[in-house]
């Protein structure tokens, strides 16, 4: 999501609605192509905070790279509605590794990947140089950011969270960090998402998530906002 100016701490959590389609083209055992499509709204605030609204896209490609960890490459594009005033884009290349504590073996049939055991964990690390334009005077930014995210996955209803007709748990816990000083609130965060998942088929899969942020302006100073936001997100596979 692009940023917003910084602003002191509020007492009231900002409230959030977010929304994501994922398209997958799993191309081989090696390959899968895909693009993410996430509105994001906030719905209620603390004065004298602006209301905004973005929308992202982020295409993605990533290899495989044996049983333990994949290859993974974006590409962020967002456009936020900060105020009547002023609108921004970001434009984030990404790279990094997500790395499988428990490991994987492949499906020959449909070149899905299997998990080994009931529980999923793994950790996502990724680079990325954000790019921040302005519709205004407000000079554009560059900056690196830093990001590790822990994930885990676990069935309910199935041995697999592969397994057809399968309701799942899902939990994650990110880490974003700037070595930079940038003066908005969401350089620095730390990021908790936990929810319940459901995949009909092969084919197409739903997550329902909430979503809890805190901020802070640098790596210095201390959390001063929270926003939480309740994150619906649908996936389409071929």
Do not use: C
């Amino acid at each position: 999501m692009a940023v917003l100016s910084a602003s002191p701490a509020a007492a009231q959590t900002d409230k959030q609605m977010w929304g994501a389609l994922t398209l997958d083209w799993i191309r081989s055992h090696t390959l899968t192509l895909s693009v993410d499509v996430e509105p994001k709204v906030l719905v209620s605030h603390s004065p004298p905070d602006p209301g905004w609204s973005t929308l992202d896209v982020t295409p993605k490609a990533e290899f495989v790279r044996g049983k333990w960890f994949d290859l993974v490459s974006e590409l962020h594009l967002g456009q936020t509605q900060q105020t009547d005033q002023q609108d921004s884009w970001e434009v984030t290349p990404r790279i990094g590794f997500r790395f499988h504590v428990l490991s994987n073996v492949v499906d020959d049939l449909r070149n899905e990947r299997q998990p080994r055991r009931r529980l999923v964990l793994r950790n996502v690390v990724r680079v990325e140089s954000r790019n921040l334009y302005y519709s205004d005077s407000t000079p554009q930014s560059s900056t690196v950011r830093y990001r590790d995210r822990v994930e885990t996955l676990f069935p309910v209803n199935r041995p697999r969270i592969t397994n057809d007709g399968v309701v799942y748990g899902s939990a994650d816990v990110e880490w974003f960090w700037s070595p930079q000083g940038v003066p908005e609130r969401f350089a620095n965060k730390q990021r908790v998402r936990a929810g319940v998942g459901y995949r009909w088929n092969y084919a197409w899969r739903l997550e329902t998530l909430l979503v809890w942020d805190r901020s802070r302006d640098s790596a210095e100073n201390a959390f001063s906002t929270v926003d939480a936001a309740l994150d619906v997100r649908l996936r389409r596979v071929w």
